[in-house]
């Protein structure tokens, strides 16, 4: 069988050179950013949505369409405290999720504009300083539906979504992904594995129909002091369930802090002969839904996860500022990235 050749060789070139030098760095939360900016109805509606039927307020996935410069200037200030890699403005730019806006048939324009909006901003800083060259990470989120787990306690055998549907939802947003000009598709915030299954066939198929392959990063995430994800599996049982994707890295994101991701992360990086990534909370939410752990704090934590050498990217989800991300950029500067484990032998 012929393997599909890489899309834009250079540019995957570049990423694995750096990749090899150093820790890289992708950026924090987008979420947080735009809550901080406290938008109303109004701004998410743009002129282009003033007569919508429904409210959109807090789709933050809109915003790559009504307020592209708010998005674009969020990517800067990630990139200007140090971040390598910045991930699109898509975690729920699907039309599973975008249902529940009655924009469902737009999930694939709004993950071209949000791609397009990251290429463009990574061109520019990367052109203002060629050392350091930037990426873009086109993020598949979960999507608010799982296939392995029925919604309905009195009725298990239900599910909500099918393998099928997934597959068409994923492969539209990888499609826009694609054409805009994402450098590495990631799979990520995955609490359901088989869901994880159905955006890896899409990506598969996405790359099969173009005869060419991106990097692809996948991200599962623990939820609860349990040490699973919540369709049940520890973080071994997770890499070995989706490593038939050869992944260039895999790793856990979202839903604990630092402190309580490491072990999870330790435990992936002993098995995995991929790369390591990490994106962790910043803290666990307090009373009101908030994250309270400073940026000095988390990157001490952080700053543990490379000099144990334990990843080969590091980031922040929750509650994540350019401030988090710069210390954290700082904290690993100094350290080399995981050396991969030796694959076995057939």
Not at 210 to 223: E, H, V
């Amino acid at each position: 069988m012929t393997l599909i050749p890489w899309h834009d060789h250079e540019r995957v070139n570049s990423l694995m050179r750096q990749l090899q030098q150093r820790i890289l760095v992708l950026d924090g939360a987008m979420g947080t950013m735009i809550q901080a900016e406290k938008l109303g109805e109004n701004d998410y509606r743009g002129q282009r949505f003033a007569e919508h039927p429904d409210d959109l307020k807090g789709n933050n996935d809109v915003l790559s369409l009504t307020r592209p410069e708010l998005i674009a200037d969020i990517h800067r200030r990630f990139l200007d405290a140090g971040c390598d890699l910045v991930e699109t403005n898509t975690f729920n730019a699907n039309r599973i999720s975008q249902a529940d806006y009655a924009l469902e048939d737009l999930a694939g324009e709004i993950n071209l504009a949000s791609a397009t909006l990251a290429r463009q901003v990574c061109d520019e800083v990367t052109a203002a300083n060629p050392d350091q060259p930037r990426f873009v990470v086109g993020v598949i989120g979960p999507t608010n539906r799982t296939a392995s787990i029925s919604p309905d306690v009195s009725n298990p055998g239900y599910r909500a979504v099918t393998f099928g549907d997934l597959v068409e939802t994923y492969r539209e947003a990888v499609r826009g992904l694609l054409d805009g000009g994402a450098d590495v598709l990631m799979i990520e915030t995955i609490f359901d594995t088989l869901n994880a299954k159905a955006a890896i066939f899409a990506v598969q198929d996405e790359f099969e129909a173009r005869q060419a392959r991106w990097p692809l990063l996948i991200s599962g995430t623990i939820t609860d002091a349990s040490g699973r994800t919540l369709s049940g599996q520890t973080p071994e049982a997770f890499y070995y369930s989706i490593a038939h994707a050869a992944p260039l890295a895999v790793g856990f994101n979202c839903a604990l802090g630092a402190d309580q991701l490491k072990p999870h992360v330790r435990a992936l990086a002993r098995v995995a002969d991929c790369l390591v990534t990490a994106h962790p909370n910043a803290g666990l939410p307090n009373e009101f839904g908030e994250y309270d752990e400073s940026p000095e704090q988390m990157a001490s934590v952080v700053k543990s996860y490379a000099s144990e050498g334990l990843v080969n990217v590091i980031g922040g989800c929750c509650g994540t500022t350019p401030d988090h991300l710069r210390a954290i950029a700082e904290a690993v500067a100094s350290h080399a990235p995981r050396r991969m484990r030796e694959r076995e032998a057939a």
